[in-house]
């Protein structure tokens, strides 16, 4: 059985800086597409950043460039989500996902995203100004 289980969600001010775990059971990180999603309050859930199964960072959306950044530590099975110079935008509960494709490539971030399948429960970021 398949879970993801973020963590290192908080509370912060703006310009501070998070940085989100999500640990894999179930499947091997280092074999399957993750990434991170975000749902703000009253919006829809928004693809932030994603890897395909060798390391590839496939898209990073516009919003968060230069702020968020994706890693992952295959020991650990965990995929990681820095997020620095927090706005208040940027509040929003956190997802990580992942696909059920060995090792498949996508080549659009829609497809990328529309095959996300396995969901955490999410982790709440919330910052104040």
């Known amino acids: 059985q398949v879970q993801l289980v973020e963590s290192g969600g908080g509370s912060v001010q703006a310009g501070g800086s998070l940085k989100l775990s999500c640990a894999a059971s179930?499947?091997?990180?280092?074999?399957?597409?993750m990434g991170w999603f975000r749902q703000a309050p009253g919006k829809e859930r928004q693809f932030v950043v994603g890897f395909m199964w060798d390391g590839a960072r496939i898209y990073t959306a516009d919003s968060v460039k230069g702020r968020f950044t994706i890693s992952r530590d295959d020991a650990k099975n965990t995929v990681y989500l820095q997020i620095n110079s927090l706005k208040p935008e940027d509040t929003a509960v956190y997802y990580c996902?992942?696909?059920?494709?060995?090792?498949?490539?996508?080549?659009?971030?829609?497809?990328?995203?529309?095959?996300?399948?396995?969901w955490g429960k999410g982790t709440l970021v919330t910052v104040s100004s």
């Open positions: 179930g499947l091997t990180s280092s074999n399957y597409a």
């Open positions: 996902a992942a696909d059920r494709g060995f090792r498949k490539y996508y080549s659009t971030a829609s497809d990328y995203t529309r095959d996300m399948y396995y």
